[in-house]
């Protein structure tokens, strides 16, 4: 497959970073905030935590780039490690939001806030918002980020197959909730 | 399929606000976390390599001193010589990484300008 000029750029800043040029990084770090800020803010919904999740990436790109053998495979590398970060933080507000059901009862948590959604305003934006964040996760990687099924699997670690029947269901799953509104 | 593939990929696109303030902040930060990184990488390879080519030095002057016989004197010697040589093996390997990083980073800069040039080339498509 021919690499186009945003890849091979991007792949030849990665090799002047490896080489300690300052300039490089900057420019690294330009071009790619936004797409990590995005992603992280479109996982976790929260515009703090995302700027959190991608400081700590760039901390783990930081600390691995030098031993980054082949540049080519940045962008999954990246993205894994700002998966990590997001399923971190995930796994955190999931244990937070137990202990404050816990405390009261009656408090609303964060899904049914979601459902609040005026769904016939924006029908598919606020079916994204009500699936699994595990699921938000693959429709971002594969229909944002533009990532194929084998490097979705390096990213989430799990294997191709697994990957493509989960990202069927999703697809479905958004399909029958969006009918669902519809005839609502 | 393709419409829905495409709406749900212009669903996806809808963002939140993006603090640009916020993003430069962060920028500084990170840049400044990668100096220092480097920094501490540099003193941390330096340190542990002086170290040990100062140790081997040492112990070779130590058993030089100590040995009775010739052959022993000669191993001390060598050992000496090996701990001296090594800040050259240290230059050696600096080179060998940098070479081949500038070399990896050369071939780069020729896709590159084929990509560039194959994309003035192509033909335009009405």
């Known amino acids: 497959m021919r690499k186009s000029r945003t890849q091979i750029y991007d792949e030849l800043l990665i090799l002047k970073c490896q080489a300690s040029e300052k300039a490089a990084f900057e420019e690294l770090v330009e071009r790619w905030e936004k797409r990590l800020w995005h992603y992280a803010y479109k996982v976790t919904g929260s515009d703090s935590a995302a700027w959190d999740i991608v400081q700590e990436t760039w901390v783990g790109i930081i600390k691995g780039i030098r031993k980054l053998a082949d540049v080519a495979v940045f962008p999954s590398w990246a993205f894994r490690i700002l998966n990590n970060k997001c399923a971190d933080w995930l796994r955190k507000q999931h244990l937070q939001s137990r202990i404050d059901s816990e405390l009261s009862k009656g408090a609303q948590n964060e899904s049914d806030a979601r459902q609040d959604i005026d769904v016939t305003s924006e029908l598919l934006p606020a079916a994204i918002t009500e699936l699994s964040s595990e699921q938000r996760i693959l429709l971002m990687l594969r229909y944002h980020e533009d990532f194929d099924i084998g490097q979705m699997a390096e990213i989430i670690g799990v294997p191709e197959g697994t990957v493509k029947s989960r990202l069927n269901r999703t697809i479905n799953q958004l399909r029958q909730m969006m009918e669902r509104h519809q005839n609502d | ?126």
């Open chain 2, 1 to 126: 399929m393709i419409n829905f593939e495409k709406e749900l990929k212009e669903a996806l696109e809808k963002n939140g606000d993006f603090d640009v303030a916020k993003s430069e902040t962060l920028r500084k930060e990170i840049v400044q976390m990668w100096y220092d990184e480097n920094l501490r990488r540099a003193k941390l390879v330096f340190w542990i390599f002086f170290l040990l080519c100062l140790g081997m030095m040492g112990a070779g002057y130590i058993g030089l001193r100590s040995a009775t016989d010739t052959r022993g004197m000669l191993l001390w010697v060598i050992f000496f010589m090996i701990g001296f040589n090594s800040t050259i093996l240290m230059k050696l390997w600096y080179w060998v990484v940098h070479t081949r990083i500038n070399l990896q980073k050369d071939l780069k800069q020729i896709q590159l300008q084929i990509a560039e040039q194959s994309g003035k080339n192509a033909p335009s498509e009405n």
